[in-house]
């Protein structure tokens, strides 16, 4: 294109200088030879390669979660339960348990190679000491079938979860003292369903007894508990990227009472209750 462009500037100034243009007709000749500059310009801007197309609206975050392999902790059906806990429990450390445990869950190719890669992997059937000779801790079917299988490796369970499929937490007291335990499952508090903290309150399970946790709170509302996908979990739909980092995780914090602070409850109680009256103030 600027190669023709020359040759017609030189040809037109062969014209010009053959014809003696007068001065009108030479700016109108430098008039045609801008517009054709601009034509130029203009036809290469157009052959340049074309900017990037701007970034998608959705985030990069979802479709990587979307794609994450293994198992989450998904909210079902809501379960209908006459339950209030009103027990007073009286904690020795208000705000530090005497115990802190984990266990991770997965499908069975993400459990095996979790503790595979934890050291030499056992597979188990049936409970598991979360903390020796306290708190023993099993996931089993919402439905009454035996606790789901686990990897034992490097001090570690690992539970096979099965997809679809409702659980439960079934939570064993070995002491002979009452226990509240604070538990969380995918970083979420199995009581209120947000953030969970080691600070807030949580079950009381009596001396040498079991309990079952068999769902999570939301809006003062118990749901039950699903094996899904992680993109599926309440961890992920309810609190984004930084829910979804924690999926697959279940915590346990233990708190042992103080009998002394708990005794003194019942004898001042007794002697409020010694002075009731049945009639009248």
């Given amino acids: 294109m600027q190669k023709n462009l020359h040759l017609l500037v030189d040809r037109w100034r062969k014209v010009q200088k053959n014809l003696h243009m007068d001065h009108k007709l030479h700016l109108a000749a430098l008039a045609a030879t801008a517009l054709l500059l601009s034509h130029c310009t203009t036809a290469y801007d157009r052959a340049s390669p074309a900017p990037p197309p701007a970034a998608a609206g959705?985030?990069?975050?979802?479709?990587?979660?979307?794609e994450r392999p293994g198992l989450g902790t998904q909210l079902g059906q809501e379960i209908h339960r006459n339950v209030a806990?009103?027990?007073?429990?009286?904690r020795k450390a208000a705000t530090t348990p005497d115990a802190v445990a984990t266990f991770h869950y997965n499908d069975a190719e993400g459990a095996k190679l979790?503790?595979?890669?934890?050291?030499?992997?056992?597979?188990?059937?049936?409970?598991?000491?979360?903390?020796?000779?306290?708190?023993?801790v099993a996931l089993a079917s919402y439905y009454g079938d035996d606790p789901y299988d686990h990897y034992w490796s490097g001090g570690k369970a690992f539970v096979i979860g099965q997809p679809g499929q409702a659980y439960e937490i079934k939570l064993e007291n070995l002491t002979k003292a009452r226990m509240e335990v604070v538990v969380s499952i995918d970083g979420l508090d199995v009581l209120d369903g947000q953030a969970a903290s080691i600070r807030k309150r949580g079950y009381v399970i009596p001396a040498k007894t079991t309990v079952l946790i068999e769902g999570m709170?939301?809006?003062?509302?118990?749901?039950?508990?699903?094996?899904?996908t992680v993109a599926r979990s309440r961890a992920a739909t309810a609190f984004g990227e930084s829910g979804a980092r924690?999926?697959?995780?279940i915590g346990v914090a233990c708190y042992e009472e103080d009998e002394a602070a708990r005794r003194r409850a019942r004898v001042e109680e007794t002697y409020v209750r010694g002075d009731a009256r049945a009639f009248g103030q």
């Fill in 114 to 136: 979790m503790a595979e890669m934890s050291g030499h992997a056992v597979r188990r059937s049936g409970t598991f000491d979360l903390v020796p000779g306290k708190l023993r």
């Fill in 58 to 66: 959705t985030s990069r975050y979802h479709s990587e979660v979307a």
């Fill in 85 to 90: 806990d009103t027990t007073k429990f009286y």
């Fill in 246 to 249: 924690n999926v697959g995780v």
């Fill in 217 to 228: 709170r939301v809006g003062g509302k118990l749901k039950n508990l699903l094996f899904a």
